[in-house]
C-alpha cells in the first residue's frame, strides 16, 4: 500500500447542532498539507513572466539621486529624465536578475518572458535557469517596447507556453494600465484554471483594475499584489516599488515549497445540505470556484497547512446524529511524478435538543470564519462610499475590531487609513481601495486557539450560523 503524500483534517464550527431548527449554518475547516514524505521531492518549476511593457512602464518609481530637467515623451506622454532613480520595467528587470541569482533557482527550472502592450510577444521561449546569459539579456530587450495595453493577448501566449511544461507550472502576471482585452483576459483566466495554473497577479500603481486581478487570482488559486511608487509613501499591506523584486523571488521560494499540486476537492451531500461556499483563508484568501467539478483547491506548501473554510446550509433535522457529507481530495506530487487519492472524508454531525451543547463554538474555526468576512465588509464599504460614506465608515470599523481580534495589526492599522480617509474626504480613493481589496487577500493570519471570539449575535449577523 502506498503512503499518502498529502495529510488532511476537517473541523467543524460545532459538533452539536440545534435540532428542529430551520436554515443552520455549518462552517468547516478543511486543513491540508504535503506528508514528510512528499517535501523530500521537490518538483521542477516552470514559471512563465507576463509582463506589461506599455508606454507607461517608463514611470519612474522610486526616489531620483538627481533630477536633470529633461523630459522625454514616450506614447504621447512626457517622462522626466532623471538619475539614480528606477522605473517600473527597471524593477521587473532587476527582479528576473535577481531571480536567477537565487540559490532557490535550480539549473532544471525553467523561465519564460512575455512582454505585451500592443501586441503580445515571446521574448524568450523556455529557457533552463542555467542558461543566465541568455535569460538576462531577454529581461533587458523589455525596454525596447511600448504601446498600449492587451493583458489578454499576453496572458494567452504565456499559457500557450506553459501548457507544453510539466512540473509546479506558474504565470506571474505585472502590468500597471487598464487592459483593452478585457473579454480575453477572463477567457484566458478560466482556461488557465482548468489547466490548474496558478496566476501571481501584481498591479502597480492605481490604473489597473483589481476587481479582475482579483477575478484572476481567485478563479487560478493564485496570489495579487498591490506596489505603489515610493515617492507616493506606501504603507503595509500595499508594497513599495523598490520592494518589488524581492516580492517576485518570494514568490518562487513559495512555488519551490508547493511540492503538492493540482489539489482537488469533490464533495458529496446527503438530501437538502447545501454547500453554499468555498474559500481558502489561509496562508492567502481566495474564493474556490463551485461551478467547477471536481473543485480546484490549488497547491500545497511544505512546512504549513493550507485552510479552506466550506460552508454548508442545513436542513431541519430532529434529535439524530448524521452524516452531512462525504469529502474526496486528489492531488499530485510532480516532484515524484505521482497522482494520489485520499480515502473519503465524512462530515457528521449531531442534532440535539441541549442547548448548553448546541451553544459550544470551535474558536478556532470562527476566526478563520471571520477573516474571510473582512474581505465582505471591505467590499460592502467600497459600494456604499459611492452614497453613504458615513454608513461605509461604520462598515470598516465593523471590519477594524474584527482585525483587532484576530490580531491581524497590518489590516487594523489600513482600515484605520481607511476610515479616516473617509470621514476627512468623504470619500475612498482609489488606492486606498486597491490597498484594501488586495490586504484582505494576502494579510492573513494563521488561527490560533485561545484568541478573543466573537459574541454569539455577531456570529448570527456577519454569518447567519
Do not use: C
Not at 506589461?52 to 517608463?58: A, E, F, I, N, P
Not at 453554499?276 to 489561509?282: A, D, G, L, P, S
Not at 485552510?307 to 446524529?321: C, D, N, Q
Amino acid at each position: 500500500m502506498v503512503e499518502a503524500l498529502l495529510e488532511a483534517s476537517v473541523q467543524p464550527h460545532r459538533e452539536y447542532l440545534q435540532a428542529n431548527q430551520p436554515g443552520q449554518k455549518l462552517f468547516l475547516a478543511l486543513k491540508i498539507r504535503p506528508s514528510a514524505e512528499a517535501t523530500r521531492s521537490r518538483p521542477q518549476l516552470a514559471v512563465a513572466f507576463v509582463v506589461d511593457t506599455s508606454g507607461s512602464m517608463r514611470e519612474v518609481v522610486t526616489e531620483p539621486t538627481e533630477r536633470t530637467g529633461q523630459s522625454v515623451r514616450v506614447d504621447g506622454k512626457d517622462y522626466e529624465v532623471v538619475r539614480g532613480a528606477k522605473s517600473k520595467i527597471d524593477l521587473v528587470i532587476e527582479a528576473l536578475q535577481n531571480l536567477l541569482s537565487s540559490p532557490q533557482l535550480q539549473p532544471s527550472d525553467r523561465l519564460a518572458i512575455v512582454k505585451f502592450d500592443d501586441v503580445a510577444e515571446v521574448v524568450q521561449p523556455f529557457t533552463h535557469a542555467n542558461e543566465k546569459a541568455r535569460l538576462v539579456a531577454a529581461a533587458e530587450r523589455l525596454t525596447q517596447y511600448s504601446g498600449g495595453t492587451q493583458m489578454g493577448a499576453g496572458m494567452r501566449e504565456g499559457m500557450r507556453l506553459l501548457e507544453r511544461e510539466g512540473g509546479s507550472r506558474r504565470l506571474i502576471l505585472l502590468t500597471d494600465g487598464q487592459t483593452f482585452d478585457e473579454p480575453l483576459v477572463e477567457t484566458v483566466a478560466a482556461q488557465l484554471a482548468q489547466a490548474r495554473i496558478p496566476v501571481t497577479a501584481i498591479g502597480v500603481g492605481d490604473e489597473w483594475n483589481d476587481d479582475l486581478l482579483a477575478e484572476i487570482t481567485d478563479r487560478t488559486q493564485g496570489k495579487p499584489f498591490h506596489v505603489i511608487p515610493d515617492n507616493q509613501n506606501p504603507q503595509p499591506p500595499s508594497l513599495r516599488a523598490s520592494e518589488l523584486p524581492q516580492a517576485i523571488l518570494g514568490e518562487l521560494e513559495h512555488a519551490a515549497l508547493e511540492v503538492v499540486t493540482n489539489v482537488t476537492l469533490s464533495v458529496k451531500t446527503v438530501r437538502d445540505v447545501t454547500l453554499e461556499r468555498i474559500t481558502r483563508v489561509y496562508p492567502t484568501q481566495t474564493e474556490v470556484d463551485r461551478s467547477v467539478q471536481p473543485h480546484p483547491l490549488g497547491n500545497a506548501e511544505t512546512g504549513d497547512w493550507t485552510v479552506y473554510i466550506l460552508e454548508f446550509t442545513l436542513p431541519t433535522r430532529g434529535p439524530s446524529r448524521i452524516r452531512l457529507a462525504q469529502l474526496g481530495l486528489t492531488y499530485e506530487v510532480p516532484g515524484q511524478g505521482y497522482r494520489g487519492e485520499l480515502p473519503p472524508i465524512d462530515v457528521v454531525a449531531e442534532f440535539t435538543t441541549n442547548e448548553s451543547l448546541s451553544s459550544r463554538i470551535d474558536p478556532q474555526v470562527m476566526q478563520w470564519v471571520q477573516q474571510r468576512n473582512i474581505e465582505m465588509l471591505v467590499k460592502q464599504a467600497a459600494q456604499e462610499a459611492k452614497s453613504d460614506p458615513a454608513k461605509a465608515a461604520k462598515t470598516l470599523e465593523l471590519a477594524r475590531n474584527m482585525t483587532v481580534k484576530l490580531g491581524n495589526s497590518a489590516m487594523t492599522q489600513a482600515l484605520d487609513r481607511a476610515v479616516g480617509e473617509l470621514r476627512s474626504s468623504k470619500t475612498l480613493s482609489l488606492g486606498t481601495q486597491k490597498t484594501l481589496k488586495i490586504g484582505v487577500k494576502t494579510q492573513t493570519l494563521k488561527a490560533e486557539p485561545g484568541s478573543a471570539l466573537p459574541s454569539d449575535e455577531e456570529i448570527r449577523k456577519i454569518t447567519g450560523a
